[in-house]
């Protein structure tokens, strides 16, 4: 799983969705996966290189990741840094523990579920670490980038409106 491809977006064609669906702000950072192999926590970008920038993110994963397998996709983020700026920060081989792991997708081994179902465990799970450590989500290096259910293409739509209107620096929006 280290090796396979993280997928690009495609174009939104509202003929293709499967409604509900989840809207979220697009984040413009550097898209990694951290995954669990051979008891190890390991992060590589989209090309399959190995990031070493990012040890406070694979500590805190190597609480969240249970099993062999188990990985989370995530665009690292520093808010108010401009993407050129982030991707250096992310490749250079010393720790900046200013970045930000953003979750947009997870693969658990013994959960083969729809991505809904996959996004739930994930909350589940980063609210359990949460609990038991008395901090809260909103501290923590790894997040879940916040999202709204939509019915359909007419609340999609509303959706995308409203963030653009609070944040018109936004990229733009996701629907998954």
């Known amino acids: 799983m280290a090796n396979e491809t993280i997928e690009l977006l ?3 064609e509202p003929k293709k969705m499967e409604w509900p669906a989840l809207h979220q702000q697009k ?3 550097v898209p990694v996966r951290v995954i669990k192999q051979a008891g190890e926590v390991r992060s590589y970008t989209r090309q399959g290189e190995r990031v070493t920038s990012i040890p406070h993110i694979e500590q805190f994963c190597s609480v969240l990741l249970k099993n062999n397998g188990d990985s989370v996709v995530m665009e690292l983020h520093i808010a108010g840094k ?3 700026e982030i991707s250096g920060l992310v490749r250079r081989k010393a720790a900046c523990r200013q970045l930000t792991g953003w ?3 997870c693969f658990w081994t013994d959960d083969r579920q729809s991505y809904r179902s996959r996004m739930l465990t994930l909350a589940f799970k980063l609210g359990d670490i949460a609990t038991k450590a008395g901090s809260r989500l909103e501290d923590f290096s790894v ?5 709204v259910q939509c019915a359909d293409e007419a609340a ?3 959706a995308h409106d409203a963030l653009m ?3 018109p620096d936004a990229e733009g929006s996701v629907l998954h």
């Open 10 to 12: 495609k174009n939104y």
């Open 27 to 29: 984040i413009d950072g």
């Open 82 to 84: 401009a993407f050129k």
């Open 103 to 105: 979750c947009f997708d």
């Open 143 to 147: 997040r879940i980038i916040p999202g």
């Open 156 to 158: 999609a739509q509303a």
């Open 165 to 167: 209107m609070a944040n």
